[in-house]
């Protein structure tokens, strides 16, 4: 490189160098924010005070501003005028609608992805089933949940086919968003869930489309052998109220 032309360089750097740690700041609080929502700490509904957690932080707000517009822009917060920034609430039917989209683009991609995947496409994936396995052991939720997100990306790419690597890059952001919003309630097995996507990974191994595509549908679709423990909890709940109930109605009273 010529020594003029370096000297630009070195002075385009000098000149954005504050800047540069602006951006930086700002992507620290983006990350701390986005792990707050993802592990409970900031719930829905809750308000986010720009100027609270500058102080708290010992930043400056402009950091901070762009930081909440940045999740605002993905979804997780919502602006509402005259009162400022809430983390959303998604609700159930969200949640549905979300599935009846992923389904049939995680069944193509498990198809056309064990036709063709290569070793080395197998490999990314046993590595963010390992982050996955990594993740339980620390506890580590916020990064449990990027490995998971970032294992269905790779299929969608690893199937070959551009137009489904772009609509699932569509969805992507939403799926993100109601991932970080609705699994602080999951009450199921994490590490069962990670083994769950080990299977995944052998279905594409294995070269079989048909089982790998039905494998894929099940998962999006929520119909997988790893239950969320709400589901089971919910009943002995409703049985225990009504036996409480029944012991009412039948003890003897007082005279």
């Known amino acids: 490189m010529a020594s003029n032309a370096s000297?630009?360089?070195?002075?385009?750097?000098?000149?954005?160098?504050?800047?540069?740690?602006?951006?930086?700041?700002?992507?620290?609080?983006?990350?701390?924010?986005?792990?707050?929502?993802?592990?409970?700490?900031?719930?829905?509904?809750?308000?986010?005070?720009?100027?609270?957690?500058?102080?708290?932080?010992?930043?400056?707000?402009?950091?901070?501003?762009?930081?909440?517009?940045?999740?605002?822009?993905?979804?997780?917060?919502?602006?509402?005028?005259?009162?400022?920034?809430?983390?959303?609430?998604?609700?159930?039917?969200?949640?549905?609608?979300?599935?009846?989209?992923?389904?049939?683009?995680?069944?193509?991609?498990?198809?056309?992805?064990a036709e063709h995947i290569t070793e080395e496409q197998l490999a990314e994936l046993d590595a963010q089933v390992e982050r996955m396995h990594q993740a339980v052991g620390t506890n580590d939720v916020s990064s449990f949940r990027d490995a998971d997100i970032e294992f269905h990306t790779l299929v969608s790419q690893f199937a070959g086919n551009p137009f489904l690597a772009r609509m699932w890059e569509v969805i992507e952001p939403s799926l993100r968003t109601l991932r970080a919003i609705s699994d602080p309630l999951f009450d199921?097995?994490?590490?069962?869930?990670?083994?769950?996507?080990?299977?995944?990974?052998?279905?594409?191994?294995?070269?079989?489309?048909a089982k790998a595509a039905q494998a894929f549908a099940d998962h999006a679709a929520g119909r997988g052998p790893v239950p969320d423990a709400r589901e089971t909890k919910q009943p002995r709940k409703k049985a225990a109220a009504a036996k409480r109930t029944t012991s009412r109605k039948t003890a003897p009273t007082s005279d």
């Open 188 to 209: 199921g097995d994490r590490r069962a869930m990670a083994d769950e996507h080990g299977r995944l990974v052998g279905l594409l191994r294995s070269r079989e489309p």
């Open 7 to 113: 000297g630009g360089f070195v002075s385009t750097l000098a000149t954005n160098k504050d800047r540069f740690r602006k951006t930086l700041i700002s992507d620290q609080v983006y990350e701390l924010l986005r792990q707050a929502v993802v592990e409970g700490d900031l719930a829905p509904n809750d308000r986010v005070v720009e100027s609270e957690i500058a102080r708290r932080l010992g930043v400056s707000q402009a950091p901070v501003r762009e930081a909440v517009k940045r999740l605002a822009r993905e979804g997780l917060f919502m602006h509402v005028p005259r009162r400022g920034h809430f983390v959303v609430e998604i609700s159930s039917q969200d949640a549905e609608y979300a599935r009846q989209v992923r389904e049939p683009l995680e069944s193509l991609a498990a198809q056309l992805a």
